[in-house]
């Protein structure tokens, strides 16, 4: 089974199950009669369609998934799961994710911002140049990065830095 | 008569050295944003709306329209120089573009898509002035009913333009955007819906955090996910376009207007069509259709003018009826909010003079286009040779500034987070952005619109299908549907024998 049909398998499924909560918890929202509100414009009423929506269009999914499935049972044979480099992917979420929930509030803005490039820069870079260059190049960009972002919003468009 | 003197007082109005000097670096910004493959429109207009948010409105709006038209057009540069449309909307530039580039002709090839890309943005923005007065009026007979229409219609048409093979998946994204705009205090009674108790999910998910999440982070991990991709040297000697080749062609660029306006204006399709759109009709028009594909200027002038004419065209539904035609023009709709202008129906009653300032500032973006893209053409190229890796940690940077300066909630940097890491798995699904945003955009008017009607009819649906503009919204909205569903596609090919639709299965 082809690996982007496998994954609309387990994302109907999800969908699927997403949407039923939904449908369920917008039937559960108070409809606010006690205020003498109309039942109409109870706030569960849009949410819960369009849940139903989403299910219904979850089942479509599941179903197409499975008849695809047993079509393709057999004889196919499975190509990697991601085309591509599912690596550098992973790193790159890993360097955002370690400069926005790790480094950003425990260092100073300018701090966390430069070593962020760097490591971004410095991780990304060594397949492209050598590696005293990218560290140099890595080192110039997150000297640039700090200051240039840090004044530029601070000063110039007077906008709160995290 | 009056409307025009309006415009011409508004042009006037923004001949000051420092709107010119907004006009300038907004434009050659939204070039380079554009030019940069992986760097949509979307992203240029999210992020520059969240850093200008405490400038006045109109430097503002300005600066968005301006960064708007520059990366619709910046695009066209990666396409005839690296066969990459810089922005989905310049996909079909590539067709004929890259040939033209192949060829030697590649300093022709660009000249072609700017001028084309200028006359395309003059001609939306007669439109705007033309018909945006006009729509308002119609408009104000639109009651709620026809509102849950044009949000439901928006949100499926979208869906099936932009997964044309699959519209499941373009719907699937839509509702989805719909469901997300559900979270948080409703605008009816304030209950917080979907928040167990959470003040910061009560306030809602902030529409420009999930922006600049499904469009920045997660196309920053796209585009590091791939292989690098070359860079260019040279856009060859000549620049400027033969002017033969413009003026014989007239009735291609007036035609490509035409079409990528109304591309423009249904909502939620916007510029990726309009360029499509333009580029199939100049084709199907052509004495010499064979040429298309192989560096034809035709086609290249069709495709730019195109996407550059929907422009204005979807900005005509914004101003109009509050309702995006394309996914920037959802961000520049949220930005003209935040900035306290109320478009919808109402807007030549309440600000009667925005329509004309709004298309005085396309026609000074357009200006900028013309000048900086023939004058610049090989400095811009420099902006091609940045390695990604240095440019990829500085838009994140930017990302999580954007996020955070509006409200100054570390809860938006984690929406923003969470929108960019399911744009990513989305997108690595196939699942179409652009419905995603305009769910959205649309979920706040689809619902207080609804319940509204609901509670005028007495929870009778029946005016939702009788009263006649909505009556036509929801055949439309069903025709839609059924074009997505192959056997009834099939079907209707089979009835009329039209090969002609094979096209679109």
Same mark, same amino acid.
């Given at each position: 089974?082809?690996?982007?049909?496998?994954?609309? !398998?387990?994302?109907?499924?999800?969908?699927? *199950?997403?949407?039923?909560?939904?449908?369920?918890?917008?039937?559960? $929202?108070?409809?606010?009669?006690? =205020?003498? *509100?109309?039942?109409?414009?109870?706030?569960?009423?849009?949410?819960? =369609?369009?849940?139903?929506? =989403?299910?219904?269009?979850?089942? =479509?999914?599941?179903? &197409?998934?499975?008849?695809?499935?047993?079509?393709?049972?057999?004889?196919?044979?499975? &190509?990697?799961?991601?085309?591509?480099?599912?690596?550098?992917?992973?790193?790159?979420?890993?360097?955002?994710?370690?400069?926005?929930?790790?480094?950003?509030?425990?260092?100073?803005?300018?701090?966390?911002?430069?070593?962020?490039?760097? /490591?971004?820069?410095?991780?990304?870079?060594?397949?492209?140049?050598?590696?005293?260059?990218? !560290?140099?190049? /890595?080192?110039? $960009?997150?000297?640039?990065?700090?200051?240039?972002?840090?004044?530029?919003?601070?000063?110039?468009? !007077? *906008?709160?830095?995290? | 008569?009056?409307?025009?003197?309006?415009?011409?007082?508004?042009?006037?109005?923004?001949?000051?050295?420092?709107? #010119?000097?907004?006009?300038?670096?907004?434009?050659?910004?939204?070039?380079?944003?554009?030019?940069?493959?992986?760097?949509?429109?979307?992203?240029? %207009?999210?992020?520059?709306?969240? +850093?200008?948010?405490?400038?006045?409105?109109?430097?503002?709006?300005?600066?968005?329209?301006?960064?708007?038209?520059?990366?619709?057009?910046?695009?066209?540069?990666?396409?005839?120089?690296?066969?990459?449309?810089?922005?989905?909307?310049?996909?079909?530039?590539?067709?004929?573009?890259?040939?033209?580039?192949?060829?030697?002709?590649?300093?022709?090839?660009?000249?072609?898509?700017?001028?084309?890309?200028?006359?395309?943005?003059?001609?939306?923005?007669?439109?705007?002035?033309?018909?945006?007065?006009?729509?308002?009026?119609?408009?104000?007979?639109?009651?709620?009913?026809?509102?849950?229409?044009?949000?439901?219609?928006?949100?499926?048409?979208?869906?099936?333009?932009?997964?044309?093979?699959?519209?499941?998946?373009?719907?699937?994204?839509?509702?989805?955007?719909?469901?997300?705009?559900?979270?948080?205090?409703?605008?009816?009674?304030?209950?917080?819906?979907?928040?167990?108790?959470?003040?910061? #999910?009560?306030?809602? +998910?902030?529409?420009?955090?999930? +922006?600049?999440?499904?469009?920045?982070?997660?196309?920053? #991990?796209?585009?590091?996910?791939?292989?690098?991709?070359?860079?260019?040297?040279?856009?060859?000697?000549?620049?400027?376009?033969?002017?033969?080749?413009?003026?014989?062609?007239?009735?291609?660029?007036?035609?490509?207007?035409?079409?990528?306006?109304?591309?423009?204006?249904?909502?939620?399709?916007?510029?990726?069509?309009?360029?499509?759109?333009?580029?199939?009709?100049?084709?199907?028009?052509?004495?010499?259709?064979?040429?298309?594909?192989?560096?034809?200027?035709?086609?290249?002038?069709?495709?730019?003018?195109?996407?550059?004419?929907?422009?204005?065209?979807?900005?005509?539904?914004?101003?109009?009826?509050?309702?995006?035609?394309?996914?920037?023009?959802?961000?520049?709709?949220?930005?003209?909010?935040?900035?306290?202008?109320?478009?919808?129906?109402?807007?030549?009653?309440?600000?009667?003079?925005?329509?004309?300032?709004?298309?005085?500032?396309?026609?000074?973006?357009?200006?900028?286009?013309?000048?900086?893209? #023939?004058?610049?053409?090989?400095?811009?190229?420099?902006?091609?040779?940045?390695?990604?890796?240095?440019?990829?940690?500085?838009?994140?940077? +930017?990302? %999580?500034?954007?996020?955070?300066?509006?409200?100054?909630?570390?809860?938006?940097?984690?929406?923003?987070?969470?929108?960019?890491?399911?744009?990513?798995?989305?997108?690595?699904?196939?699942?179409?952005?652009?419905?995603?945003?305009?769910?959205?955009?649309?979920?706040?008017?689809?619902?207080?619109?609804?319940?509204?009607?609901?509670?005028?009819?007495?929870?009778?649906?029946?005016?939702?299908?009788?009263?006649?503009?909505?009556?036509?919204?929801?055949?439309?909205?069903?025709?839609?549907?059924?074009?997505?569903?192959?056997?009834?596609?099939?079907?209707?090919?089979?009835?009329?024998?039209?090969?002609?639709?094979?096209?679109?299965?």
């Amino acid at each position: 089974m082809p690996a982007d049909r496998r994954g609309d !398998l387990w994302f109907s499924l999800l969908l699927t *199950v997403l949407s039923l909560v939904v449908v369920i918890e917008s039937w559960r $929202m108070p409809r606010l009669q006690d =205020l003498g *509100v109309h039942p109409m414009s109870a706030p569960g009423l849009t949410p819960g =369609l369009i849940g139903l929506v =989403l299910l219904l269009l979850g089942l =479509l999914l599941l179903l &197409r998934s499975l008849r695809e499935r047993r079509a393709t049972a057999s004889p196919v044979p499975s &190509r990697p799961a991601v085309a591509g480099h599912r690596g550098r992917a992973l790193l790159a979420v890993g360097l955002c994710l370690a400069y926005a929930l790790g480094l950003l509030g425990r260092l100073p803005f300018a701090w966390a911002t430069g070593l962020f490039v760097f /490591a971004f820069v410095a991780a990304f870079g060594f397949e492209r140049a050598r590696p005293w260059r990218t !560290l140099g190049g /890595a080192a110039a $960009m997150a000297v640039f990065t700090a200051i240039a972002v840090t004044l530029l919003f601070e000063q110039l468009f !007077l *906008v709160r830095l995290p | 008569m009056e409307g025009l003197s309006a415009f011409a007082a508004a042009i006037a109005a923004f001949a000051t050295p420092s709107s #010119l000097f907004n006009v300038v670096w907004a434009t050659l910004l939204g070039i380079a944003v554009g030019m940069m493959p992986g760097l949509t429109a979307t992203l240029g %207009v999210a992020l520059l709306t969240t +850093l200008t948010f405490r400038m006045a409105a109109g430097d503002a709006i300005l600066i968005l329209i301006c960064t708007y038209v520059g990366a619709i057009y910046g695009g066209s540069r990666t396409a005839v120089l690296l066969n990459i449309p810089g922005t989905p909307a310049n996909a079909a530039s590539t067709l004929d573009g890259y040939p033209l580039a192949r060829a030697g002709r590649a300093g022709e090839a660009l000249g072609i898509a700017t001028i084309g890309s200028f006359l395309g943005s003059i001609f939306g923005m007669l439109m705007l002035v033309l018909i945006a007065p006009e729509l308002a009026e119609f408009g104000l007979k639109f009651q709620s009913f026809e509102f849950v229409w044009l949000a439901i219609f928006g949100v499926v048409i979208a869906g099936r333009i932009t997964a044309l093979d699959d519209p499941i998946k373009g719907w699937i994204a839509g509702f989805l955007g719909l469901l997300m705009a559900q979270v948080g205090q409703e605008g009816i009674h304030a209950y917080a819906r979907f928040s167990y108790g959470s003040t910061d #999910l009560s306030g809602g +998910l902030g529409l420009l955090p999930a +922006l600049v999440g499904a469009f920045g982070f997660a196309e920053i #991990l796209s585009v590091m996910k791939q292989a690098s991709y070359e860079t260019v040297r040279d856009a060859g000697r000549r620049i400027l376009p033969k002017m033969r080749d413009i003026t014989t062609r007239w009735w291609t660029v007036l035609r490509s207007s035409v079409l990528g306006t109304v591309m423009g204006i249904v909502p939620g399709v916007g510029e990726d069509m309009g360029a499509w759109v333009s580029y199939a009709a100049a084709r199907r028009a052509s004495r010499e259709p064979e040429t298309f594909g192989k560096g034809s200027t035709e086609g290249l002038l069709a495709a730019e003018t195109g996407n550059n004419a929907a422009v204005p065209g979807a900005i005509i539904p914004v101003l109009t009826l509050a309702v995006p035609g394309s996914a920037p023009a959802a961000v520049l709709l949220a930005a003209m909010f935040i900035h306290g202008v109320r478009p919808g129906p109402m807007i030549m009653v309440e600000f009667p003079n925005f329509v004309f300032e709004v298309a005085a500032m396309l026609f000074w973006a357009s200006v900028a286009i013309l000048v900086l893209g #023939l004058a610049l053409t090989r400095p811009m190229l420099h902006v091609l040779r940045v390695p990604r890796e240095y440019l990829m940690p500085l838009v994140f940077v +930017l990302c %999580v500034v954007g996020s955070f300066a509006i409200a100054s909630r570390v809860f938006d940097v984690w929406v923003m987070l969470g929108f960019g890491l399911l744009g990513f798995v989305l997108r690595e699904m196939n699942y179409p952005m652009a419905p995603l945003v305009l769910g959205i955009v649309l979920g706040d008017l689809l619902d207080k619109n609804f319940r509204r009607a609901m509670v005028l009819s007495e929870g009778s649906l029946e005016p939702l299908v009788t009263r006649p503009i909505s009556a036509v919204l929801a055949l439309l909205t069903l025709a839609v549907v059924l074009w997505g569903i192959a056997p009834v596609r099939r079907g209707v090919a089979r009835l009329f024998g039209a090969r002609n639709l094979s096209k679109w299965q």
